[in-house]
């Protein structure tokens, strides 16, 4: 039997191909076959994964958002002076009334982990939808990337201002942090396993000295009433009218949204999370419900230290020394530690300060992990290898030197940036659970959802147009995503795109009547479907590549739906149409999805399959373009070279004909 026939006898068997090599066999570990079913390695746990209590994990993604009261207090205090507390108490309020109802949402409709963007993207299908989710995914890498370098870096101060630290520290911040975030690289290099557990403990310790200290100072300020008297004075005589009190702290509050952090994440890794035996895929209700738990203990405990340690280091902390060059700047919690604890609790709490800072750059590390896998590569705008965890790895450890030398390892000069990611992600599941609320007909929880998202626009116009740089440095991560993400999907034009190819019976039954061979099928353009086209379309390909009269033929249809997908299951339905035999199939191309229809009739019935095109009318380049925005165009070349790339033996390779 010639190859024009049948394939040889084991179609699968590819020969040997060239061993890697060690280094890129590591460094790919770990990479699955379909990148559009890649979680991230704190996404969906691996199989043998046992998933934890919601307080557990609510210390995973708390080492992000109660970092933050290393910084926080410090940076109230320089945005709002002695209208911190009633800047930090409305922050808390936008908390507890607007973040907290809008994400137990996001976790009911999205428990699967996917969090508000994939709620957005099945609100807004097709190539807006793909560029909207591009565009946030600049603004989570902004978000995850600067929490990753200002955590190091307050971390670095943390050290340095430490008054047991080696002299030779001074002035070496930036060396301090680029040292931090190269470690968190190895860690993720070597497996990041066990987080949780490490998790519990940092949170723990740190939560029980940050307790200590807000007690100690309230005790100092109980002690010594003066200083609210002092504070109070000062207050009124600068602000004498309470409404205009409420105004200007309404005004400061945008430039303390980074006490907002840490919510995005929490429902990221809800598949974390144990839930009841009774929970099913479509309605894991435990799960739900420990979610729920997570986010409002979380908030609950967040919220009560944000309001008494701005209180507390308002008050009992001089005004100057919140400044750039200020002991207090970037951590007023630590100098009150060291100031009425003595040196020796303040060491043990900044070890404790730069551990969880640290260790909130691991969360966002994972954070990234696992939203670049979950869409990228699904979307076909990204290399392959960025399906591993090393490679990702390697290039977000060198974005974050390349953020930590611009900005210089200030934590200040990031906070801009970081507030902005926050903000433009809360933004989005706010307006997000309000689309939601609206399809659903819930006319309350709409116009309540749709007042929650018009506070988040404000608070985002308001920090972007008083720190324009966090959307300067968002713009730059949009850009490039954009770019990396179309020059990928251009390279990948050519792949297979297909996850699985199933047929159903009656094309089974069709294909049982072949088992002489070769199985020959007519590309049908389904515009026209009626039986006069049918039969011209058969006696062309019959005229044009001399086929006999006799020869049983099927005609093959890809109906082409979203064709800003990249990856797909393919369903393939055999249809009786006007006495013709007809393959169906729906998908979001035609050439690569022909070529994969190809390679598996020969797969699964060691016939070669034979595939007769007409040439496309048109230019070749528009047709080109065509194919690569809408799947359509220049058919006949795309999918012999889609075959070609799949299937390098010449020998095994299914047959394009264009006549």
């Known amino acids: 039997m010639t190859t024009l026939t049948r394939p040889p006898a084991e179609p699968s068997n590819r020969g040997n191909r060239r061993r890697s090599h060690s280094f890129r066999t590591w460094l790919l570990e770990?990479?699955?076959?379909?990148?559009?079913?890649?979680?991230?390695?704190?996404?969906?746990?691996?199989?043998?994964?046992?998933?934890?209590?919601?307080?557990?994990?609510?210390?995973?993604?708390?080492?992000?958002?109660?970092?933050?009261?290393?910084?926080?207090?410090?940076?109230?205090?320089?945005?709002?002076?002695?209208?911190?507390?009633?800047?930090?108490?409305?922050l808390v309020v936008v908390t507890l009334a607007g973040a907290l109802p809008v994400y137990r949402r996001v976790a009911r409709e999205s428990h699967k982990g996917e969090g508000s963007i994939a709620m957005l993207e099945r609100l807004m299908p097709r190539w807006g939808g793909k560029l909207f989710v591009l565009a946030l995914l600049g603004f989570a890498a902004t978000d995850f990337m600067i929490t990753m370098t200002l955590s190091a870096a307050d971390a670095s101060a943390h050290l340095i201002e430490n008054p047991f630290a080696p002299e030779a520290?001074?002035?070496?911040?930036?060396?301090?942090?680029?040292?931090?975030?190269?470690?968190?690289?190895?860690?993720?290099?070597?497996?990041?396993?066990?987080?949780?557990?490490?998790?519990?403990?940092?949170?723990?310790?740190?939560?029980?000295?940050?307790?200590?200290?807000?007690?100690?100072?309230?005790?100092?300020?109980?002690?010594?009433?003066?200083?609210?008297?002092?504070?109070?004075?000062?207050?009124?005589?600068?602000?004498?009218?309470?409404?205009?009190?409420?105004?200007?702290?309404?005004?400061?509050?945008?430039?303390?949204?980074?006490?907002?952090?840490?919510?995005?994440?929490?429902?990221?890794?809800?598949?974390?999370?144990?839930?009841?035996?009774?929970?099913?895929?479509?309605?894991?209700?435990?799960r739900i419900k420990g979610?729920?738990?997570?986010?409002?203990?979380?908030?609950?405990?967040?919220?009560?230290?944000?309001?008494?340690?701005?209180?507390?280091?308002?008050?009992?902390?001089?005004?100057?020394?919140?400044?750039?060059?200020?002991?207090?700047?970037?951590?007023?919690?630590?100098?009150?530690?060291?100031?009425?604890?003595?040196?020796?609790?303040?060491?043990?709490?900044?070890?404790?300060?730069?551990?969880?800072?640290?260790?909130?750059?691991?969360?966002?590390?994972?954070?990234?992990?696992?939203?670049?896998?979950?869409?990228?590569?699904?979307?076909?705008?990204?290399?392959?290898?960025?399906?591993?965890?090393?490679?990702?790895?390697?290039?977000?450890?060198?974005?974050?030197?390349?953020?930590?030398?611009?900005?210089?390892?200030?934590?200040?000069?990031?906070?801009?940036?970081?507030?902005?990611?926050?903000?433009?992600?809360?933004?989005?599941?706010?307006?997000?659970?309000?689309?939601?609320?609206?399809?659903?007909?819930?006319?309350?929880?709409?116009?309540?959802?749709?007042?929650?998202?018009?506070?988040?626009?404000?608070?985002?116009?308001?920090?972007?147009?008083?720190?324009?740089?966090?959307?300067?440095?968002?713009?730059?991560?949009?850009?490039?995503?954009i770019v990396v993400s179309f020059a990928s999907r251009v390279r990948r034009s050519f792949e297979l795109r297909a996850t699985l190819v199933r047929l159903d019976e009656q094309a089974l039954e069709f294909l049982t009547g072949m088992d002489q061979g070769p199985i020959r099928l007519i590309a049908h353009e389904p515009k026209r479907l009626d039986s006069e086209r049918y039969r011209a379309k058969l006696e062309h390909a019959r005229a044009a590549n001399h086929l006999p009269e006799c020869e049983d033929i099927l005609f093959i249809e890809v109906v082409v739906d979203d064709s800003s997908e990249f990856e797909q299951e393919l369903e393939v339905h055999g249809i009786k149409r006007h006495g013709f035999k007809v393959l169906e199939v729906h998908s979001n191309n035609v050439p690569n999805t022909l070529a994969a229809i190809l390679l598996h009739l020969r797969n699964v019935t060691g016939l070669m399959p034979h595939i007769y095109f007409r040439w496309t009318e048109g230019n070749p380049i528009v047709n080109l373009t065509k194919f690569l925005f809408f799947g359509v165009g220049e058919i006949a070349p795309v999918t012999r070279e889609v075959l070609r790339e799949a299937e390098p033996r010449v020998t095994e390779r299914p047959w394009v004909h264009v006549g």
């Open 30 to 90: 770990g990479m699955p076959e379909a990148s559009g079913h890649h979680p991230g390695p704190h996404g969906v746990p691996k199989e043998e994964h046992k998933p934890s209590a919601w307080w557990k994990v609510m210390c995973l993604t708390g080492v992000d958002y109660f970092s933050t009261l290393g910084y926080q207090p410090a940076i109230a205090a320089l945005a709002a002076g002695l209208l911190a507390p009633m800047a930090t108490i409305i």
């Open 169 to 286: 520290l001074h002035g070496q911040q930036v060396t301090i942090t680029l040292v931090l975030i190269a470690a968190l690289g190895v860690v993720f290099l070597r497996g990041f396993q066990e987080a949780i557990n490490v998790a519990v403990v940092l949170v723990g310790v740190y939560l029980a000295l940050n307790a200590v200290v807000v007690v100690v100072g309230i005790g100092h300020m109980l002690t010594q009433g003066a200083a609210v008297s002092d504070w109070w004075s000062a207050l009124t005589t600068q602000h004498s009218d309470p409404l205009l009190m409420i105004g200007i702290a309404l005004i400061v509050f945008p430039k303390l949204a980074l006490g907002l952090s840490g919510f995005e994440t929490g429902v990221a890794v809800m598949p974390q999370i144990k839930g009841h035996p009774s929970d099913t895929a479509e309605n894991p209700a435990g």
């Open 291 to 481: 979610t729920h738990q997570l986010l409002t203990t979380a908030a609950v405990i967040m919220s009560a230290f944000l309001i008494t340690s701005s209180f507390v280091t308002t008050v009992l902390i001089p005004a100057a020394e919140f400044e750039p060059d200020g002991k207090a700047n970037g951590r007023a919690l630590a100098y009150l530690a060291h100031q009425f604890l003595g040196d020796g609790f303040g060491t043990v709490y900044d070890v404790s300060t730069i551990a969880i800072l640290w260790f909130a750059g691991a969360s966002a590390m994972a954070g990234l992990l696992n939203l670049v896998p979950r869409y990228l590569p699904r979307y076909g705008m990204a290399p392959a290898w960025t399906r591993a965890v090393r490679p990702l790895t390697l290039v977000f450890t060198a974005i974050g030197f390349i953020i930590t030398w611009i900005f210089n390892a200030d934590v200040d000069a990031q906070g801009g940036a970081y507030a902005t990611g926050v903000l433009v992600l809360m933004t989005s599941a706010a307006i997000a659970v309000t689309l939601s609320a609206r399809r659903k007909r819930q006319m309350g929880r709409t116009w309540f959802f749709g007042v929650v998202s018009a506070v988040f626009i404000y608070t985002t116009i308001a920090n972007v147009l008083e720190r324009p740089d966090g959307i300067r440095i968002a713009a730059l991560f949009i850009v490039g995503i």
